[in-house]
């Protein structure tokens, strides 16, 4: 089963940054979504950022809040995804999961990452 491992969560100032990291226990060939969702306290699960890869392009999707403030990246030697977040404010507050989505209609989750921005 495919095992995914967040980290670099933690309590920042408003307008700090945090870089979340999310390590697969396979190759990222396996994959062709992956990113960043979110759930904030009485609220829904929302996508933050996806990174989607085809078969001739990769490209990234963002929530409308975060864009110009978070970045997803990838290491594919290191099988892991990156969410640079950057200028931080309270409502970036949150449980952040990674997510993949495999080429075999598979789903799998993170166990999530807590994220808090307050002063």
């Known amino acids: 089963q495919v095992q995914l491992v967040e980290s670099g969560g933690g309590l920042v100032q408003p307008g700090e940054s945090l870089k979340l990291s999310c390590t697969a226990s396979v190759s990222f060939a396996s994959f062709n979504t992956m990113g960043w969702y979110r759930q904030a306290p009485g609220k829904q699960r929302e996508a933050c950022a996806m990174f989607i890869t085809t078969g001739t392009m990769d490209y990234a999707d963002y929530l409308d809040s975060v864009k110009g403030r978070f970045t997803i990246s990838r290491d594919d030697d290191k099988n892991t995804l990156y969410l640079q977040m950057n200028n931080l404010k309270p409502e970036d507050t949150a449980v952040y999961y990674c997510?993949?989505?495999?080429?075999?209609?598979?789903?799998?989750w993170g166990r999530g990452i807590q994220v808090t921005v307050s002063s």
């Open positions: 997510n993949f989505f495999s080429r075999a209609h598979e789903n799998f």
